[in-house]
């Protein structure tokens, strides 16, 4: 069968509808091996400089490896995971949920 466009948008809606839910409620959400975005804890919004952190806007937290990889550097509005501790808890995506809440809509 094979994965079809139609099914690529639906994964993908789904995907943009669990990270949309998670940010409403102010929690994070974790793509394994690729970033999670988290709202900055308390302790870090008090002490940063930084614009984003101090509006209390959501990070994203990129992989070390995946930085250096790919040549990029953190900036405003993204970070490194290795700086995960500034931020606040997250979720970590489970597919079959995922599935469960929001494909069979």
Known sequence: ??????????AWDALKSWMGAQLQ???GAELPTFGCVAWPSAAATARSTSTSAARGQPLFLMPDALLKEKGLQAGEGVGRASQAHAAGRSESLNYAKLVLKCVTR
Do not use: C, I, K, V
Not at 1 to 8: K, P, R
């Open 1 to 10: 069968m094979g994965l079809t466009e139609q099914t690529f948008h639906a």
């Open 25 to 27: 409620a102010q929690h």
